[in-house]
């Protein structure tokens, strides 16, 4: 009989409420989980949370979980990943991390360390590389079914308002929208695109005066393969069209992927531009549909994978390390007036080659 994973939640708001706990549950179902610890600072939270998958521990101290898991999925302000993973690594327990790593370089270096000196799994959660509809449009580039890939803009417009919530902090969330939120499409992207070159980032409160980093974000990135890459992301919606839209420019057309629809499109035949003539329309089909909305139950599945059958997660530290010090590069670029050199922070570069930097932007607000 299957061994189950006995599993505790450490911070029991809203991303698990709104998202782990499906994943959760799909895995209790499954026969390969059981909850058996919840923790919150707010008590209720924890209660509430223990009464949904019958834990038996309720706390509000992760300490007094220990004896009772196999492992821990970590859902609490950024700025304590580190104290948190670290005390559960060393305790000899499995951590999923929620995105981010940690909100230092020293930090993140420090429980890829000690995972690899207890020999546990440490997994953060960036579930875009746990979808299908993620290897669908890698494999469209890999294989160049619609010729070079050369443009490749991605849009993540909300309205996330936090006032009075460690998440509008430089402090607990590491940075602004651009760390907390980016975070998942810069991975993505080193994933899908290889090594990036250079980088360039501005950020502004213009329109989330709640926040104290930015709360719209806008990147751009030159890999060395020549593809250039656009992030544009923002907290500040009061309306939006484009939503979590992706778009992908190939040689012969342009894949469109909707993620709220979980629909992936192919459009091509665009009429050559005339200046002063109307343009043909152009040819549109559905290429691929998939489960849309926040999804992580792959990314849970795939976590007990690692403990119960030995595999690696995709998503290692050591690569989420890379593309966090990518958004900490363009960070200090962006204080320094400069283009942020990128070079040896791709996801298959050596983590360990890389310099520390002299003034980290970390330091202004830890």
């Known amino acids: 009989m299957m061994k189950k994973v006995r599993l505790g939640v450490v911070g029991c708001g809203g991303i698990v409420q709104s998202a782990h706990s499906k994943a959760i549950a799909a895995e209790m179902e499954n026969g390969r989980l059981e909850l058996t610890a919840t923790c919150d600072i707010i008590i209720e939270r ?140 810069i991975d993505w992207l080193l994933w899908m695109l290889g090594e990036p070159e250079y980088g360039i980032h501005f950020g502004n409160r213009l329109g989330t005066p709640w926040m104290e980093g930015e709360g719209t974000s806008q990147a751009m990135i030159q890999f060395k393969s020549g593809v250039l890459a656009y992030h544009g992301g923002t907290w500040g919606a009061r309306g939006t069209k484009l939503a979590y839209g992706f778009h992908f420019h190939f040689t012969e057309g342009m894949v469109e992927y909707d993620h709220h629809s979980g629909k992936i499109y192919l459009h091509t035949k665009l009429a050559d531009h005339i200046p002063g003539e109307e343009g043909s329309n152009q040819k549109t089909e559905l290429i691929y549909e998939c489960v849309s909305g926040k999804n992580v139950v792959p990314e849970m599945a795939w976590f007990l994978d690692c403990i119960l059958e030995g595999k690696k997660p995709l998503t290692t530290p050591e690569e989420s390390l890379q593309g966090l010090r990518v958004i900490w590069r363009m960070y200090e670029a962006e204080r320094d007036k400069k283009i942020a050199n990128l070079s040896g922070l791709g996801l298959e570069n050596d983590w360990k080659a890389v310099a520390p930097v002299e003034n980290p932007c970390w330091e202004e607000w830890a």
């Open 46 to 185: 924890a209660e509430n949370a223990a009464k949904l998958w019958d834990a038996q521990h309720v706390t509000d101290n992760w300490e007094t979980m220990v004896d009772h898991v196999d492992a821990v999925l970590i859902a609490l302000p950024h700025d304590l990943h580190h104290a948190c993973g670290k005390f559960f690594l060393e305790h000899g327990k499995h951590v999923m991390m929620e995105k981010p790593l940690a909100t230092t370089e020293p930090d993140c270096i420090d429980l890829i360390e000690t995972s690899h000196r207890v020999n546990k799994t440490l997994m953060v959660g960036y579930p875009w590389r746990y979808r299908e509809s993620a290897y669908f449009i890698k494999d469209l580039i890999d294989s160049k079914k619609y010729g070079e890939l050369f443009q490749c803009s991605m849009w993540t417009e909300q309205y996330t308002k936090m006032e009075g919530s460690w998440g509008n902090t430089k402090k607990g969330l590491g940075g602004g929208q651009f760390f907390s939120h980016g975070c998942h499409y």
